[in-house]
């Protein structure tokens, strides 16, 4: 139990800060993603066959890559298409980008494409009478998306969004591959320390595990009060 | 875009595959037979059975799939018993480590969708089986186990391409599979994009055999 102090002795404040840092990590990519699939989201469900095309694209290949692949991708590939950008603009130094950013980013990505299906599965499960109620009324398309379609969307979506904040706080993990110092991370490096990685593993599994379930719980307080307002 | 390099490495990643396919198919294998042994344990009515099934399939689905395999990895060879015992043979070896953690994970996930297609399952069925006089045990193999196969054919298909996308992970256990490879002429060549075209293309090219796959037992065992 010693090895979990806070302070020099342990690595119990590490670890608390390694957990920080997965979280943090978690909820930036979690926005990210909505970015992405606010993007997307309109492509896949567009009249135009083109726009299908590329946001079918977006999601199949996101879904069918593994993830690891995609981190891969980014990191060794995100500084330079970045100086590539930058010495457009007259810039030739060596940029290097953020291991936060750039994790966020990735991860970011692959849960977008899981949120942009559960968007398209909620917006196609609304009721076709709320799209004709709308445009009968006289809305324009933007007001009839924000105030009749949007809200009703969310309510739809928030079940399955939970599921994809699970994927995307599990694969939070898989960018320990970086170096950004989040719980596998911080693990490895005191396993490496203290030789005995069976017990760090265990404990960043059981944080893992307190990490899902507090936000079941908490997503589960949430859908209760939300849900009763309709 | 280098178009040298994309074509010398393609037949470097594609023997790679063979390493991902081989995972795959075993643990799949394996993850199936302790699925439904988790699903029938799930649905006993001893308490601590159907507690014990939970709470496997709760801390493999909670946990990311990385930490079950450095768990099984490195975390095991810590203990000096095992280190003496006969299982070492096989926990020694970074290949079948992999393996227990993607059959342990996948089985974790397939006994949820066993069980919820269990649970689908009408009553009268197994009502109109008992009305006909045959036994509970040829009720639950010949009538049961088949229609909940069928049930959660569209389910275990998203399990395969999961599955397949988690042999990824063996790589960070030195084995040398697709994107293991693919990670190695990354970092040597410094060109990730014409290598993620390749690897991400044979990746793709897998979930779509998969797809069609289910789409084919789907309609074989349809009724």
Known sequence: ?230 | MDIDLIINSFPKLLTASLITLKLLLVSLIIGVFLGLFFAILRMSKNIFVKQFAYGYSYIFRGTPLLVQIFIIYFGLAQLEWLKKSVLWVILKDPYWCAIIAFSLNSGAYTSEILRSAFQTIHTSMIEAGKSLGISNKIIFYKIQIPIAIRQSLPAYGNEMILMMKGTSLASTVTLMDITGVAQKIISTTFKPIEVFIIAGSIYLFMTFCINKFIKLLEKKYNF
């Open chain 1, 1 to 230: 139990m010693e090895l979990l102090a806070f302070g020099k002795t342990g690595w119990g404040d590490e670890l608390f800060y390694a957990t920080l840092m997965t979280i943090a990590v978690s909820i930036t990519s979690m926005l990210i993603g909505f970015l992405f699939a606010l993007i997307f989201t309109p492509l896949k469900l567009s009249k135009y066959k083109f726009l299908n095309i590329f946001g079918n694209f977006y999601t199949t290949l996101i879904r069918g890559v593994p993830e690891l692949l995609v981190i891969y991708l980014l990191f060794f590939g995100g500084s330079g298409a970045i100086m590539y950008v930058a010495s457009i603009f007259g810039y030739f130094e060596y940029i290097e980008i953020n291991a936060f950013l750039i994790g966020s980013f990735a991860i970011g990505i692959i849960s977008g494409a899981y949120s942009t299906e559960v968007f398209r599965g909620a917006i196609q499960s609304i009721d076709k009478g709320q799209f004709e109620a709308a445009k009968v009324l006289g809305f324009s398309k933007f007001t009839s998306f924000y105030k009749i379609i949007f809200p009703q969307m969310l309510r739809l979506a928030i079940p399955n969004l939970s599921n994809v904040w699970q994927i995307t706080l599990k694969d939070t993990s898989l960018i320990s591959v970086t170096g950004l110092v989040e719980i596998m991370r911080q693990s490895r490096i005191a396993s490496a320390f203290t030789r005995d990685p069976l017990f760090f593993y265990s404990i960043a599994g059981l944080i893992f595990l307190i990490l899902t379930f507090l936000s079941m719980k908490l997503i589960n307080k949430f859908e209760a009060k939300f849900m009763n307002k309709g």
